[in-house]
Every structure is written in C-alpha cells, then in structure tokens.
C-alpha cells in the first residue's frame, strides 16, 4: 500500500466511525460494513472530510446526493459530476482541481512551501492568546490547530487538508475573540 492509499483508508475509517456514531445516536440505520480496501477517485475529498469533521449528513445535503451515491464515491471509485465537486470546493472553501487531484496532497516539511505553511500555522497560533474562560468548542478547535502544527514542528508530514482546517480554525477563533472584545458591556439602554 503506497502512502496515498494508506492515508486515505485512515480517512476513510475516522469517516466510517464518526458517521456509525452519528447514525447510532440519531436513530438512523446503521452505515454499512467497512470495507478493508476502500477505493475513491477523489483522496483529497476524503482527507478534508475526516480534516474538517464534517458529518455526512451535511455533505449529503449541500452536495444534493443520497447517502447511497455518496458512499460509492468514497468507497467503490464512482464519480462525482462537477458540478457536485464545485458545491464540495464551496463547502470546504478550496478549488476544485485540488479535489479532483487522484493523489493525496501531502504538505512535506522538507520543501520550501513545507516551512512557509508551518511558520504561517506557528505565527497565527501565537496571535491567539489563551483567553480564561473560552467555550468548549474554541478550546476544540485551539487543539486541533495546536496538533497539526506539532507534527508539522516533528517534521511529520500532514495532509494539505489538514493544514487548510487548522489556518481555517485560527482565523475563525480570531475571528470570535475580536467579536468578543467588541461585544456591549450591557444591555440597558439609557
């Protein structure tokens, strides 16, 4: 199994279990049995899927497919039409030749565009400053960033998927801080 393949059954695996969890917990019918070699046209789908957690149900509805059709996407090799591609490039707010790519994007930390994309996960992590009190959610998503920058400073390599969820998580704690710090004092109205 070459490293594409591997990875992407790793995805495809996180995928499987947390879509089995949801389905459990909702009541719905149990996804199907895991197949022991999944293949999918579409790598770079499946590593922003288990990158982003996104649930299937989400995906489903904003792509326009059934839950059949997307499955045999990810596990039998079926295509998708691009026009289902361009809502996924939307959803996960990234171009669709990179989605259509047949090979897992990988961001190598011994390559120049490696370094540059770990000092710009590094240098935004330092302009979030641990806040006392921060909601759970944020605290989740501080994690997550925080993790793919050590293995990026443990010249692991990861996903480009991963690194595109953990710049979009900084900005969106960013984001929520700066909100915060704005937020009215009080309600009353004088």
């Known amino acids: 199994m070459n490293e594409t393949q591997q990875t992407s059954r790793l995805s495809y695996l996180t995928i499987w279990r947390r879509e089995a969890w949801w389905q459990l917990r909702h009541g719905e ?4 049995p895991v197949k022991s ?3 999918t ?3 770079n789908i499946l590593a922003e899927l288990e990158a982003s957690c996104i649930f299937l149900c989400t995906v489903r509805e904003h792509v326009n497919v059934s839950q059949e059709i997307l499955w045999a996407v990810l596990e039998d090799g079926e295509p998708l039409t691009e026009l289902e591609i361009s809502r996924l490039a939307h959803l996960f707010n ?3 030749t990179y989605l259509k790519a047949p ?3 990988i961001v190598y930390m011994d390559s120049n565009r490696g370094k540059v ?3 710009t996960l590094g240098f935004m992590l330092q302009r979030i400053p641990p806040m006392p009190g921060e909601d759970f959610f944020i605290e989740c998503e501080r994690k997550r960033a925080v993790e793919v920058f050590q293995a990026m ?3 692991n390599p990861v996903t480009y998927a991963a690194w595109h969820s953990a710049i979009d998580r900084c900005k969106y704690i960013l984001q929520e801080q700066l909100h915060a710090a704005h937020r009215p ?4 109205l004088s």
């Open 29 to 32: 019918e149990k996804a199907g």
């Open 37 to 39: 070699c999944p293949r």
């Open 41 to 43: 046209l579409y790598p």
């Open 94 to 96: 990234c171009r669709t």
């Open 103 to 105: 090979t897992l994007q």
């Open 117 to 119: 994309r770990r000092a």
């Open 153 to 155: 400073e443990s010249e």
């Open 185 to 188: 004092r009080s309600t009353r």
